[in-house]
């Protein structure tokens, strides 16, 4: 009862990550958002099972309602295998404790974030998501410095270095969840690349595009979940293994 329980809030939770912030890509005709975010974190505090369910579900519901359909049934496959994949990781990851290697990823994987931040997303972006339920909006625009970027990844990037010491991190989750989020960049690549491009009439080669921008949700997703990971851990949410 409690993984149904589980698997029902976190899919919730993935559905309201992926719409609340969604930046469109004009080349490929899908889009940024914090999805994986939920989804690492259910495998780090719940099951395989439950991560796949709620990464597959809920991203799937999101494409429906939001003006994605032509991306729905690729990402339910997607998320779902990259849920699993996650789950199964940090399960296997776990057995082998090993602090400062894993205050190394941290380190390398909130660097890579502050690169991506400033590289990708400093400055005027543009976000929505620009339609719900078929009811369409105006897109909204932010203008976010680079000394923004570095900001927040100092702060996360200092909770989880914490949490390396004190509740979690202490193998090397960060970087199943990279491995489990580069099965989604792969499978994004070849669906674009073979289905959803020809469909809607853009060059398939436009697949490459949203490599590096799925490369940065993954990378999103691991610097976002880590820190609430961390705080469950210091609530007594999740017991130390």
Do not use: C, H
Request: proline share 5%; glycine share 10%.
């Amino acid at each position: 009862m409690r993984r149904l329980l589980e698997a029902v809030v976190f899919t919730v939770l993935v559905y309201v990550a992926t719409v609340v912030l969604q930046i469109y890509q004009p080349v490929t005709g899908g889009y940024f958002n914090l999805g994986e975010s939920m989804i690492y974190l259910a495998a780090m505090v719940s099951s395989p099972i439950v991560a796949a369910l709620a990464g597959g579900v809920g991203s799937s519901l999101a494409d429906l309602s939001t003006g994605y359909a032509i991306f729905a049934p690729a990402t339910f496959i997607i998320k779902f295998t990259e849920g699993y994949l996650a789950g199964l990781l940090i399960g296997w990851f776990r057995k082998t404790k090993r602090k400062a290697f894993a205050a190394a990823s941290v380190g390398a994987v909130y660097a890579l974030g502050l690169y991506y931040g400033i590289s990708y997303w400093a400055g005027v972006v543009e976000f929505g998501p620009s339609s719900w339920l078929g009811i369409s909006f105006s897109s909204s625009t932010l203008e976010f410095p680079w000394y923004g970027w570095l900001l927040v990844t100092v702060i996360l990037g200092a909770i989880v270095v914490y949490g390396v010491s004190k509740y979690i991190v202490k193998s090397f989750e960060p970087i199943a969840l990279l491995v489990a989020g580069s099965l989604m960049v792969a499978g994004y690549f070849l669906y674009e690349y073979f289905v959803s491009n020809p469909l809607t009439g853009r060059p398939p080669i436009n697949a490459l595009y949203e490599v590096p921008v799925n490369i940065g949700q993954a990378v999103a997703g691991v610097i976002i979940s880590l820190p609430i990971a961390v705080w469950l851990y210091k609530a007594g949410y999740i017991k130390e293994s």
